[in-house]
């Protein structure tokens, strides 16, 4: 039995954090439908939004990256049911992650034509707080539900603000994939919580109290089927991915920045509901998973070359990088573990610089198509700017923060298949280079094929592009040069998961850990 070293929120902060964290986007999201004007919507919004990041700010300095566990963990029991919620190195920094882009996403919007609408905005900030709570989650049923959730924004912002002329039958195509992947979740997180009741557990779905008794679960096989199915729909892997690249065609990018954090809750669920819950078979099931990252890597670099539309392009490197993710979580130990996780985090700041420059670029052009594009460098230095050090990032270049997180990946995967699956993985990323460079130069630096479109203000937001790249650019190479920090929060838990595996089983008996869950 593993058992999880566990810290309750009064012994660091000075409040119930997480909820707050919370609480306070949806309360934001409230005050903007209920507001009189879109002057006093766009002020609870920034306010909700600001405050977020103050408050993600706020954990990582509260949050003890030296003690693994669980920490700041809430909970209470009313009518038969569980809320909990805890953080630790598999989601703490997906949270700030969160924060920052919804603030973002904000700014972004003041520029283009969304900038008085009220439902607009209110649904960035419920996003934000459904992600938030689907990540802090300790319960697999509250978990599920957040992910429910989720769904209410995303077909209301693609209905509602999308670009695309097939806007509700992209909605209908979210609504089947994600249904069928909710579906199955859901039957893999009953079949965890009733596989207990034989051993004289009561009924729970305490994600702690299943974890440590795992010892009496049944159907284990079954239960890793349901739940890696059901998560490799949000990641999205091959070959679940359809959804995807139309919804990138014909959604809105700021609504798309926010997304990609969605997008990286597949992971972190994998990372966090089936590696511990059912470490054995997911041991046993490997070399398949593997398989599929390895299709989805160069499937989805394939194809990314093969598009005229930048935002399928871009969709399409989602998926690659997708395949390099979960093969470094399925490496089973703690170099694999965090370099999928640090990577994700840098993919997901990167890919929304990336969405935002071509966003901005659309605003102009009122187009997303390449032989449309090119001749944009002169006048549009600040947005290439924005694209190339996101690429940049993609690639996992020297500088960056996906450098050091890719390098870990890698590691774990020589240390646990060899070089042949490191050698796979780098091509990939070869390739990736490939079709972003290529992007530019058909957007940047080739020939005008068509007049730019003005703004619809009369003013040009320079001031506001400006911003965003800043904060993205600063933030891309501020970690990239200075990675150690992030590493920290990740790498004690890292390493607690990885003696969980049984290969690691011999490794685990001295390094058991002490606390309590109650």
Known sequence: MNITTVTHWPESAAFPLLTTLTLVPLAAMIAVLFSRSSTVALRFGFSGALLTVSLSFYLLAVFDSASPGIHLVEQAHFAGLSYRVGVDGTNILFIPLTAVLTLLALIYTLITRHAADRLFIACLLGYEGVLIGAFVALNVLQFW?????????????TIHAGTGQNRRWVAVQLLQYWGSGLLMSLTGFMLLAFGLIDA???????????????????????????????????????????????????????????????????????????????????????????????????YGALLALMQINIRRLLAFAVISQTGMLIIGAFCFNANGLEGSLLLSVAYGLAMAGMLFSVGLIYERTRTAFLPRLGGLFDTNATLAVLFMISALSTMVMPGTPGFDAAHLLVEGIIEEDGWLLAIAILVGNVMSAAFLL?????????????????????????????????????????????????????????????????????????DTKDGQHE
């Open 438 to 510: 290529w992007a530019f130069q058909r957007m940047f630096m080739a020939n005008p094929k068509r007049a730019e479109q003005p703004y619809s203000c009369s003013h040009h937001p320079v001031w506001k592009e400006r911003l965003i790249t800043a904060v993205i650019c600063l933030l891309l190479i501020g970690t990239g040069f200075y990675t150690t920090p992030w590493l920290n929060f990740i790498d004690q838990d890292a390493a607690a998961i990885e003696k969980q595996y049984p290969v690691h089983g011999d490794q685990s008996t001295d």
């Open 145 to 157: 539900f957040w992910c429910v959730l989720e769904l209410v924004p995303v077909v209301l912002l």
């Open 200 to 298: 004289s557990h009561p009924l729970t779905f305490d994600w702690l109290t299943i974890k440590e008794n795992n010892a009496y679960l049944h159907d284990e096989v079954l239960i890793f089927i349901l739940l890696f199915f059901g998560f490799a729909i949000r990641m999205p892997l091959f070959p679940f991915h359809g959804w995807l690249p139309v919804l990138a065609e014909q959604g809105t990018v700021a609504s798309a920045v926010i997304f990609l954090v969605g997008l990286k809750l597949g992971i972190y669920a994998a990372i966090r509901f089936i590696l511990p819950m059912v470490p054995g078979v997911a041991e046993q099931w490997a070399g398949f998973v593997v398989t599929l990252g390895l299709i989805s890597i160069f």
